[in-house]
């Protein structure tokens, strides 16, 4: 029945298994690279090329960016803090337009 072929198609697989096939390197093909230097080149193409991408990806999206960022919004409120300090000086105000919190207050 069934189960006498399972076995014997079990015990022939167990046989075949046994059989050792000598693995013998065969000729390369003319003008391939050596096996140690392929197993380098896809280690080095595989994994530093996307992690040095991604570096980067990261490096101009994140924090050194979002810093840079705020040093320019920084710069361009400053400057405008000036003009306006400047003008309300003219105008023999103290430096602050009225109804603005002064620096270092916080408003809830």
């Given amino acids: 029945g069934p189960v006498a072929r399972g076995a014997e198609a079990s015990g ?6 046994k ?3 000598p ?3 065969g000729p390369g093909a003319a003008g391939a ?10 280690t080095a193409f595989g994994t530093f090329v996307p992690g040095i ?7 101009a999206t994140g924090a050194t960016e979002a810093e ?4 320019e919004e920084l710069a361009r409120h400053g400057k405008g803090r000036l003009a306006v300090g ?7 105000g103290a430096g602050q337009p009225t109804g603005a919190p002064s620096r270092g ?3 809830v």
């Fill in 12 to 17: 022939a697989l167990r046989g075949f298994a």
């Fill in 19 to 21: 059989v050792k096939i």
């Fill in 23 to 25: 693995l013998q390197p």
């Fill in 33 to 42: 690279l050596p096996e140690p230097l392929q197993w380098i080149l896809a």
């Fill in 53 to 59: 991408f991604i570096f980067k990806c990261f490096y």
């Fill in 68 to 71: 840079r960022g705020a040093q």
């Fill in 86 to 92: 400047s003008n309300a000086s003219e105008l023999g």
């Fill in 105 to 107: 207050t916080a408003t």
